[in-house]
């Protein structure tokens, strides 16, 4: 008996554990910062437990350009644990970010140039971030081990 290959999502008893498209959260950020984030960065997907139930949070994007906001992000933290990466997209030189973006945790600040994954326990404030510059494409992504994201990382 030959085994169905479903093609992109297209049907299958476990379709609804494939994200294929974006679907953030609408509550997620102010309609102006929406529009300030597209013009540095492009979010790809997220996933939670709003879109796949029982899932945990994910976030991945791309920056590209030097936002006009500095910083981007205000320090915040969760209740939960939360992994955060950036990694730049040159295969003959993975570790070189061609990027600087400056990131705190607890207020220390860390300038970051090379491909980088941060661990950020529960209750840890982090994330303070400035993209100073950027030379090629970053791929972004954050890990919260929650069904939905809750920092305040995007100021309303």
């Excluded at 220390?108 to 529960?122: D, N, V, Y």
Aim: glycine content about 8%.
């Amino acid at each position: 008996m030959e085994e169905k290959v479903y093609l992109n999502n297209e049907g299958g008893e476990y379709a609804g554990y494939i994200v294929q498209e974006l679907k953030t959260p609408p509550n997620m950020y102010t309609p102006e910062f929406g529009e300030m984030y597209r013009k540095f960065s492009n979010r790809v997907l997220w996933m939670d437990g709003n879109n796949v139930p029982g899932a945990f949070q994910m976030n991945v994007a791309w920056y590209y350009a030097v936002p006009e906001r500095d910083p981007v992000f205000e320090e915040h933290c969760h209740d939960s644990d939360e992994i955060i990466g950036f990694f730049g997209c040159d295969p003959e030189d993975p570790y070189n970010l061609h990027a600087e973006i400056e990131i705190t945790i607890n207020g220390e600040r860390h300038l970051l140039t090379k491909s980088t994954m941060i661990f950020a326990p529960a209750g840890l404030p982090h994330m303070r971030i400035s993209i100073k510059r950027v030379d090629r494409p970053v791929f972004h992504f954050s890990v919260v081990t929650n069904h939905e994201y809750i920092g305040g990382a995007y100021a309303k």
